[in-house]
């Protein structure tokens, strides 16, 4: 808290840095698994919608941030990685919100700004998972894999090389599915995590 992003103060900051990429750390930490590096907090069970402002830093390419899930199952079996980040890719070169469909991307398309807020977020409703980038549908996973909820959230970036830094604001969560995860942002929130993983920034009409 306390750092400054896109004009917000108070804003939680993930920084990337070139001094902790592939071929500056450890032998055995050196595959690109380990590029991949954020924050992982856990959830309160029956946990399933989260949402979250995040500001696009800008770069040049790659994977940039997004925000992460571990779902689990009735025998509470990881049943899915939800995940919707922003990169630039081959296809998608001024960068675009995609989404994991378990063993592939799919890209949303309608978004290339950078240096610039989103709110983004994802909820199990029955048996889908639907997920929103400023409180639009953009994408519907029919295969949820059983899962009932999420046991805790992840806020990543991707470490290429360069050095950069993200921000976050405003994370939500419920125990009750809804059709727009900007509208989690009320005082009962951090009842509903398990760590009271709720930061938001102070505004004349909080109360």
Same mark, same amino acid.
């Given at each position: 808290?306390?750092?400054?992003? %896109?004009?917000?103060?108070?804003?939680?900051?993930?920084?990337?840095?070139?001094?902790?990429?592939?071929?500056?750390?450890?032998?055995? =930490?050196?595959?690109?698994? @380990?590029?991949?590096?954020?924050?992982?907090?856990?959830?309160?069970?029956?946990?399933?919608?989260?949402?979250?402002?995040?500001?696009?830093?800008?770069?040049? #390419?790659?994977?940039?941030?997004?925000?992460?899930? #571990?779902?689990?199952?009735?025998?509470?079996?990881?049943?899915?990685?939800?995940?919707?980040?922003?990169?630039? #890719?081959?296809?998608?070169?001024? %960068?675009?919100?995609?989404?994991?469909?378990?063993?592939?991307?799919?890209?949303?398309?309608?978004?290339?700004?950078?240096?610039?807020? @989103?709110?983004?977020?994802?909820?199990?409703? %029955?048996?889908?998972?639907?997920?929103?980038?400023?409180?639009?549908?953009?994408?519907?996973?029919?295969?949820?894999?059983?899962?009932?909820?999420?046991?805790?959230?992840?806020?990543?970036?991707?470490?290429?090389?360069?050095? =950069?830094?993200? @921000?976050?604001?405003?994370?939500?969560?419920?125990?009750?599915?809804?059709?727009?995860?900007?509208?989690?942002? %009320?005082?009962?929130?951090?009842?509903?995590?398990?760590?009271?993983?709720?930061?938001?920034?102070?505004?004349?009409?909080?109360?």
């Amino acid at each position: 808290s306390g750092q400054t992003g %896109g004009n917000r103060n108070g804003v939680l900051a993930q920084s990337i840095s070139e001094s902790d990429s592939a071929s500056k750390r450890p032998s055995g =930490y050196s595959s690109t698994f @380990y590029d991949t590096q954020g924050r992982k907090y856990d959830l309160q069970a029956g946990t399933v919608t989260l949402a979250i402002d995040l500001f696009v830093p800008s770069s040049s #390419t790659g994977r940039l941030a997004g925000l992460w899930a #571990t779902a689990f199952d009735s025998n509470n079996v990881v049943s899915k990685y939800p995940i919707i980040e922003f990169a630039k #890719t081959t296809s998608a070169s001024n %960068g675009t919100f995609r989404i994991w469909k378990d063993t592939a991307w799919e890209e949303v398309g309608g978004f290339t700004n950078e240096n610039q807020w @989103y709110r983004i977020g994802f909820s199990l409703v %029955g048996n889908s998972l639907q997920y929103y980038v400023n409180n639009s549908l953009v994408f519907t996973d029919t295969s949820v894999n059983g899962s009932l909820g999420f046991g805790n959230v992840i806020l990543q970036g991707h470490n290429a090389g360069s050095n =950069y830094t993200i @921000y976050w604001d405003n994370l939500s969560a419920s125990a009750v599915a809804v059709p727009e995860p900007s509208t989690l942002v %009320g005082g009962t929130m951090a009842a509903m995590l398990g760590l009271g993983l709720v930061w938001r920034r102070r505004r004349a009409s909080a109360i």
